[in-house]
Nanobody, 115 residues
Framework: HLVESGGGLVQTGGSLKLSCKAP???????????MGWYRQAPGKQRELVAT???????DYAESVKGRFTISRDNARKMVYLEMNNLEPEDTAVYYC????????WGQGTQVTVSS
């Protein structure tokens, strides 16, 4: 249902922009959906990083506020996560999904931040 991309290896302080496409969601379902970015670090549970409503209201985990920005393009059925000032603690596999009514999880995209 969802395909994530854009991860990579960056140094501390670097930036990345993740993309998520939802090719199997029809527009009438995607547009009002609350979409979220999640991440799972090695040995830890998956955690919610950011959400965006259909009306583009956003919310962020405290650990990423001021550094990450979530956005969406309803016409393309895309969700983005722009990540700035990355820290080693941001290293994780990042996933997107519909928040509250999650689809089966995709493969995610690996983000590695070196110190």
């Amino acid at each position: 249902h969802l395909v994530e991309s854009g991860g990579g290896l960056v140094q501390t302080g670097g930036s990345l922009k993740l993309s998520c496409k939802a090719p199997r969601m029809i527009t009438s379902t995607f547009n009002p959906a609350i979409m979220g970015w999640y991440r799972q670090a090695p040995g830890k549970q998956r955690e919610l990083v950011a959400t965006i409503t259909g009306g583009r209201n956003t919310d962020y985990a405290e650990s990423v506020k001021g550094r990450f920005t979530i956005s969406r393009d309803n016409a393309r059925k895309m969700v983005y996560l722009e990540m700035n000032n990355l820290e080693p603690e941001d290293t994780a596999v990042y996933y997107c999904n519909r928040h509250g009514q999650e689809f089966p999880w995709g493969q995610g995209t690996q983000v590695t931040v070196s110190s």
